[in-house]
């Protein structure tokens, strides 16, 4: 069906203006300064966006939605991850294949991709974990960026489970460089972080209070130090994920001033949770468990100053949802719970409450870090990411004056609990389109699941 958006102010990285947006299909057909509706096809869905944002589509570059974890399943699958994007403004998303040492690449990429097949109703992508790289699977990661997946997610972190030997880390970096494919990567020191674990439940000190003690920012900082050398002796492009405290971020940026092609991500969660949201009582903190740890409140304007700079390219998630009970598996030590804390749908709300609405965000740096850049670094610009015509047609009205609170009541997600509860939020997408049709509008999902494309996405990091 076309689509008519009236009267809204566009909002993109670098412009903002007011014009009305036809989209004749599934891409932006014509942006003008008035479209007369009368003289569109009847069919024509017409929306009113007057006194309101209109923005390109929000990416998330970093989600769980399929994701083992010691023996248990993250709790949300692609049709309630795709309406809690919606409902918060996200249009696409990019998700971690995350298989374990001993698994196929080729089998787990095609294990991940089958997760999506007619449940997903936004357009999703993925980075592909490299968690070894035997000279045997080397040609399937070849083929895996070839189909379109031309990135690779990498863990400096969890000895024994997902880290990757620095032999075969600097064979993986060569390898994507030559394919023109990007490292991104997850940066601690896991031997450091093991040793500490170990310490601390010998201690006693077994509860989640201790996860963030376990891993502090020089153990995040030393990763990211590590896995830029590596970037800057075998020319990979490199992407450090959900990068949490000032320590990461100056070694990221004294890395790119050395001449290495470091991008930066952030995490919602890190911009607004502190260390004290895992030290809370009787267990509770669990909820607020996740690898970087949430870190002292200092180190926020860090991220929000590196966002506004945009010296930091993106914000994501990490949205792994595990519901408290499966928290519970680490009732008796911090190391066994799953981590995550779930985002997807609060993202872009708590960039325009507590970035934009407090003065640390302009407009045009949200949308940069909340959508363009990820489509920019991940090889989907101009499909995604901007409002311009031949883009595809993924739109968010906003409405900077809905204000309400975050609660569990409207999750989508299935992890059971709302990290941001009661929390005050200012602005609400209220239309939200996918390739021209509408998916979401008020925070509730209205479209349909099994609508959403893999994204074929070009190598251009070589
Ligand atoms: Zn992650």
Known sequence: MPLLIKNGRIITATDDYKADIYCADETITRIEKSIDAKRLPKSTEVVNAAGKYVFPGFIDPHVHI???????????????????????????????????????????????????????????????????????????????????????????????????????????????????????????????????????????????????????????????????????????????????????????????????????????PHLVLDESFAALPDFEGAKYVMSPPLRAKHHQNVLWNGLRSRAISTVGTDHAPFTPKQKEMGKDAFTRIPNGIPSIQERVDLLHTYGVMRGRLSLNAMVDAGSTQAARIFGMYPKKGTIKIGSDADLVVYDPKAKGTFTKSDSYSKADYCAYDGWERLGRATVVTVRGQVQAKNGKFVGTIGRGQFIRREATHG
């Open 66 to 268: 399929y994701l083992p974890f010691m023996g248990t399943f993250s709790a949300d699958d692609y049709e309630s991850a795709s309406k809690a994007a919606l409902a918060g403004g996200t249009t696409t998303f990019i998700e971690m294949i995350c298989p374990g040492p001993k698994d196929d690449p080729w089998e787990a990429y095609q294990l991940w991709r089958s997760q999506a097949k007619k449940k997903a109703a936004v357009d999703y992508t993925y980075h592909m974990s490299i968690v070894r790289f035997e000279p045997k699977v080397r040609a399937q990661f070849a083929k895996i960026v070839k189909d379109g997946v031309p990135s690779f997610k990498v863990f400096l972190a969890y000895k024994g489970a997902l880290d990757l030997s620095d032999e075969h880390l600097f064979a993986a970096m060569t390898q994507a460089k030559s394919l023109g494919a990007i490292v991104t990567a997850h940066c601690e020191n896991a031997e450091a972080i093991d040793a500490m674990q170990k310490q601390l439940l010998a201690a006693g000190k077994t509860g989640p209070e201790y996860h963030g003690v376990s891993r502090p920012p020089v153990v995040e900082a030393s990763g990211v130090h590590h896995l830029c050398s590596f970037a800057s002796l075998t020319g990979a492009h490199v992407y450090t994920v959900h990068t949490s405290c000032e320590d990461s971020v100056q070694e990221a940026l004294n890395a790119r001033y050395r001449g290495v092609d470091v991008w930066i991500e952030s995490v919602a």
